[in-house]
């Protein structure tokens, strides 16, 4: 965890040297904030998302490209941890306004390569603001797991079933998924409720 937030600092320090020299710097539509979770040593009665920590937000395409190379990439994540990527002001937790009413895609991998792939080319989806449905998504987390790792992305409002298998084609296409990847209520998860692989697919 040391060493993410030292990195961010360098990121920071970088994105400061670069704008005091004048430089030109590419701006997003938005600002968009990474956040890491650490689950593979969970105290004792904490509860989730305790261990949930932002570690910085950007604004430009030269911080994200400083951000990605030096932190947030999939393959250096340790079993059990998390990388978000969310928009500013929203927090990667089911509690938050933007996500309560809303649900995820997954897809999985067993392959460290295809997963950096996929993340990557998530992330420069959304920062590039490719989805039509832009507005309705909040962001993306990538999880290392020891059987199989996970990419999910994050949409507000899970009953619009248009909307959602609009994400959910697009997205599919973004990152070349071959199998059917599926579609998961916040709060059939909330409720260990399973949907037989999701509620809607594609």
């Known amino acids: 965890m040391a060493e993410v937030e030292a990195a961010a600092s360098a990121v920071a320090a970088v994105a400061e040297v670069t704008e005091a020299k004048g430089k030109e710097l590419h701006r997003l539509e938005r600002k968009w904030s990474f956040w890491f979770d650490n689950q593979s040593k969970p105290k004792q009665g904490a509860a989730w998302g305790s261990s949930l920590r932002k570690i910085y937000t950007f604004d430009t395409v030269e911080e994200f490209w400083c951000l990605y190379d030096q932190i947030f990439r999939p393959s250096r994540l340790i079993a059990n941890a998390d990388f978000h990527m969310f928009k500013a002001g929203i927090e990667p937790k089911w509690e938050d306004p933007e996500c309560a009413n809303g649900g995820k895609w997954t897809v999985t991998s067993s392959r460290k390569a ?69 579609y998961t209520f916040h709060d059939d998860s909330r409720r260990d409720k399973s949907s037989r692989g999701g509620r809607y697919n594609v």
């Open 114 to 182: 295809n997963l950096d792939t996929m993340w990557l080319e998530t992330l420069m989806a959304l920062i590039g603001e490719q989805f039509d449905e832009s507005d309705e998504i909040c962001g993306v987390v990538v999880s290392a797991r020891q059987r199989q790792d996970k990419v999910a992305l994050w949409t507000k409002t899970a009953s619009n079933e248009a909307v959602q298998v609009a994400i959910g084609r697009k997205w599919k296409e973004i990152i070349d998924a071959q199998e059917k990847i599926f």
